[in-house]
């Protein structure tokens, strides 16, 4: 059994500050990752505040676009009502990768062996005296 840090530590989700900022605030909906979203109050331009509160660590990456149209005030409601359905050639939003093992390297990458394909003779080198 570990102590259960999650109330304390910003980046396991929220912290018991953010969770007593949230009272009386309004849950309009959560997206396929478990990520949940709040709106109340109003910011200093009048508009309504938003939150999303991370389902795990806190990155950014993991809100889907529909959700950061409504967090940045994009739409104005909620994205299940504001925005067409999803048609089928569309892929699902990915996390940034960066730092994991599913990180895009291109040939030539350290990782893939470091080794580049060979210049095919249409590249000439730039020098100053030419």
Same mark, same amino acid.
């Given at each position: ?25 309004? =849950? ?9 979203y709040y709106e109340g109050g109003s910011d200093t331009a009048g508009r309504p505040r938003r ?22 005030? =994009?739409?104005d409601d909620v994205p299940d009502r504001a925005l ?8 699902? *939003? ?23 394909? *060979? ?12």
């Open positions: 059994m570990g102590i259960n840090l999650n109330p304390f530590t910003w980046w396991n989700g929220a912290t018991i500050g953010t969770w007593f900022g949230l009272r009386g605030k309004a =849950q309009v909906g959560e997206d396929a990752l478990g990520n949940v939150w999303v509160i991370y389902a795990g660590a806190n990155d950014a990456s993991r809100v889907p676009p529909e959700w950061f149209s409504w967090l940045h005030h =994009q739409i067409p359905p999803e048609r089928r050639w569309e892929k699902p *939003a990915l996390p940034n990768l960066t730092g994991t093992a599913l990180a895009y390297r291109p040939s030539g990458a350290l990782e893939k062996g470091g080794r580049r394909a *060979a210049a095919t003779g249409d590249y000439e080198a730039w020098s100053p005296e030419g």
